[in-house]
Nanobody
Framework: QLQLVESGGGLVQPGGSLTLSCTSSGSSLADYAIGWFRQAPGKGREGVSC????????VNADSVKGRFTISRDNAKNTVYLQMNSLKPEDTAVYYCAADLHCTVVARGPRYWGQGTQVTVPS
């Protein structure tokens, strides 16, 4: 059983940066594709980006292209989401999720973290 834990959320001013981390207990993240999702208040969950086991990256949300970067450090068993030039519309709970491939992550991953709140005030 893969248990995912996100960290790094918080309150940041517009234009600022945050780095979210996703790690796991019990299993290695290196065997999984890891995706980041977000859910804003009153909206559905949105796929942000995914990184495969080989490091191949898929960016799902046009609104974050050029601002958010996903990466992984298998030695630290951690996947990161570097978020720059943050906007109020980036305010959401951010979740990491895992499955074998990014195509599966996009459809409905088996494993989810509990989420971390990112708030960018207007």
């Amino acid at each position: 059983q893969l248990q995912l834990v996100e960290s790094g959320g918080g309150l940041v001013q517009p234009g600022g940066s945050l780095t979210l981390s996703c790690t796991s207990s019990g299993s290695s993240l290196a065997d999984y594709a890891i995706g980041w999702f977000r859910q804003a208040p009153g909206k559905g969950r949105e796929g942000v980006s995914c990184i495969g086991t080989s490091g191949a990256i898929r960016v799902n949300a046009d609104s974050v292209k050029g601002r958010f970067t996903i990466s992984r450090d298998n030695a630290k068993n951690t996947v990161y989401l570097q978020m720059n030039s943050l906007k109020p519309e980036d305010t959401a709970v951010y979740y990491c999720a895992a499955d074998l491939h990014c195509t599966v992550v996009a459809r409905g991953p088996r494993y989810w973290g509990q989420g971390t709140q990112v708030t960018v005030p207007s």
